[in-house]
């Protein structure tokens, strides 16, 4: 049973316009939460996280925020690059730095 | 060398074969994991090292077999492996917290292949 769930495979977007990608989880344990962005052949990259005390993290052109009480968090990238194509994971921890991954979101952005 | 560092980048293994996969980290971290990501499906803890301690072993075969000689380095051994084995396997490493933040840092990954 996936406690974290991306449920989209694939988003499609313009350059210059938001990307936003979405996680759901269903375990309310979960206190902290990270997006991975991967290119191919590379590892993930930690790109942005966010404690489940707070309901919104900034850093540049990304912003995550979380609602708790839907168990729901999304990316948001504003404006979108075409450097920004890759697989963005989803990713939740409790205690004990345990990471539990979502299955990824390809983005691709369209110049 | 920055960052966490893997090899082989890529291994074709046959089932009988024993082969070792490297990885290093130069952060300064004291917890090291080994992940598995098969083909679309979400990358799998198998392994925690916590201060060269194995704290998590999440129900592997024990035709893999890890070992952390110091805070800095993490192998994971493998042998008689099966075609379904066949990967990417990552390393990852962090500093241990019990509260704050959990980042984990990634290596670029070994492609294994099981012929």
């Known amino acids: 049973d996936q406690q974290v769930k991306q449920n989209s495979p694939s988003l499609s977007v313009q350059e210059g316009r938001i990307s936003i990608l979405n996680c759901d989880y269903t375990?309310?344990?979960?206190?902290?939460f990270l997006w991975y962005k991967k290119y191919p052949a590379e590892g993930p990259t930690f790109l942005i996280s966010?404690?489940?005390?707070?309901d919104k993290n900034e850093d540049g052109r990304f912003t995550v925020f979380l609602n708790k009480s839907a168990k729901h968090l999304s990316l948001h990238i504003v404006p979108s690059q075409p450097g920004d194509s890759a697989v963005y994971f989803c990713?939740?921890?409790?205690?004990?730095?345990?990471?539990?991954f979502g299955a990824g979101t390809i983005l691709r952005v369209k110049s | 060398e920055t960052g966490v560092t893997q090899t082989p980048r890529h291994l074709v293994m046959g089932m009988t074969n024993k082969k070792s996969l490297k990885c290093e980290q130069h952060l300064g971290h004291n917890a090291m994991y080994w992940y598995k990501q098969s083909a679309k499906k979400p990358l799998e803890l198998m392994f925690v090292y916590n201060f060269k301690e194995q704290t998590e072993n999440n129900s592997v075969p024990s035709r893999f077999s890890p070992e952390c000689p110091n805070s800095s380095h993490l192998f994971l051994h493998l042998h008689t492996l099966q075609p379904e084995d066949s990967a990417l396997y990552l390393c990852?490493?962090?500093?241990?917290?019990?509260?704050?933040?959990?980042?984990?840092?990634f290596g670029p990954g070994t492609r294994l292949t099981v012929t």
């Open positions: 375990n309310s344990m979960f206190d902290y």
């Open positions: 990713a939740a921890i409790q205690y004990g730095n345990k990471l539990v």
């Open positions: 966010i404690s489940s005390i707070k």
């Open positions: 990852a490493s962090s500093q241990w917290m019990t509260s704050g933040t959990y980042e984990q840092y």
